[in-house]
């Protein structure tokens, strides 16, 4: 394994991202150095100087692979011998069917294991500019509370608009439970648009007594409020609906929710008082947003209260919305599918700064990363994971399959993002078929079919890619 005449890739950051990276280059037989601030200079959220500190939540999400995105991604890191999936598991605490962890033993366990392995030399220090030149191979894994100086460093070479400080995210809602009897597509004003047909968006109507209904149900919403060093990082056009809300009852009708330049296709002669516009948000189609609709609700009240909008009845969401301190760059214009940035090839993204959000997600992204260095060093080739696996589904959206919109400032359409079965391309047509002996099978148990099988394809590829990587 070990091949000590390469030189060493150097990896910025620690946590999740950067110790998965580092174990994955090493593993591969390459060396690493691996650089941690925390010990020298700490951030706002994190407790320790432990290498892969959980900052919050001790749960790693559902661990069902047969049926759940995210077990699904947990089953494909342990395909390829992750080194926080190995961890994770070692210390696992009950939580029904999720994957929850004791956060001192997974975080002593990464620590140690990075700290012991022969390839691996940890420095603490923080890094406050951009790679030097001879650092040929670079990761940055410094993940949603980078240091300022390096943060500054990287908007430098991106450009100010590349890099973001804080998300705003509008929730995210899988196309196939939205309610097209109620809903049409259309473009205000039928504008066709660079790339438009004219029908880009779909619009969810609604009549003055249920926009009122709407308007009381996000006043008296459950909000999460900031964190004291997050700071209240409200900006032109971005303020969540809810504070548009409480700011005037005809706020949203004025803005994000105004109907003008759309008549509904099902009822042409009355016009809806209100209008939620939702926009394409991947390749695929699988996913629409909901255009305007950042939101600091808690997460059971979005639901509940989006569900009130006519034709979201029985919305799925793919992710719902936040707005939170968040460093990350603009991935789908910056990176190659490899995570190199396109303008300096040789140094890497990875974890939360690419535009992933969630510990596994960020894990996840730093194995790829590590892998993909690790095979440019070597030199052989790199084999990117195709996009019906979940690495590879999760990847191709931040480095091409989200929609890049031209019509937003700053291109704030790029927005945080979990893993979930919208990345993943449709199934082969005719790939859902009612069991024998079932009487009834309905859009649920179709929905729950096509989510067993996009599962067993994503793990099935996954072993195909790593037999052939
Ligand atoms: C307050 C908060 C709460 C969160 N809660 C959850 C949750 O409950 N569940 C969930 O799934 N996700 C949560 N997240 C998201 C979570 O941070 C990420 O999912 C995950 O930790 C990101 O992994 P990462 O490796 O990209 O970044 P991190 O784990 O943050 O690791 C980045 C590392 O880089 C180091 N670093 C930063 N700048 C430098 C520098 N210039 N030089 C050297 N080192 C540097 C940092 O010290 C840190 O160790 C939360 C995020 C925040 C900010």
Partial sequence: MTNSTLSPIHIIGGGLAGSEAAWQAAEAGVPVILHEMRGVRGTDAHKTDGL???????????DDATSNAVGVIHAEMRLAGSLIMACADKHQVPAGGALAVDRDGFSEAVTAAIQQHPLITVTREEVTGLPPEEWDLAIIA???LTSPALAEAIREKTGKDALAFFDAIAPIVHTDSINMDICWFQSRYDKVGPGGTGKDYINCPLDETQYNAFIDALIEGDAVGFKEWEGTPYFDGCLPIEV??????????????????????????????????????????????????????????????????PGLENAEFARLGGLHRNTYIHSPTLLDQSLQLKVR????????????EGYVESASIGLLAGRFAAAQR?????????????????????????????????????QPMNINFGLFPELEPGSIVKPEGIKRFRGKDKTIMKRQLIAARALEHCKTWLGAA
């Fill in 142 to 144: 410094t993940g949603p």
């Fill in 378 to 414: 070597k030199g052989e080739t790199i084999s990117i994971p195709p996009a019906t696996t979940a690495l590879g589904s999760l990847l191709n959206h931040i480095t091409g399959g989200h929609i890049v919109s031209d019509e937003e400032p700053g291109k704030r359409s790029f």
């Fill in 52 to 62: 892969a500190e959980l900052v919050c939540s001790n749960s790693f999400r559902s």
């Fill in 244 to 309: 548009m809300a409480e700011r005037g009852r005809e706020t949203l009708r004025h803005g994000p929710m105004k109907p003008m330049g759309l008549t509904n296709a099902h009822n042409p002669n009355v016009k809806p008082y209100a209008v939620v516009q939702l926009r394409q948000d991947n390749a695929l189609g699988t996913l629409y947003n909901m255009v305007g609709f950042q939101t600091k609700l808690k997460y059971g009240a979005q639901a509940e209260i989006f569900r009130m909008i």
């Fill in 345 to 356: 090839p040789g140094l890497r993204f990875a974890g939360q700064i690419t535009g992933c």
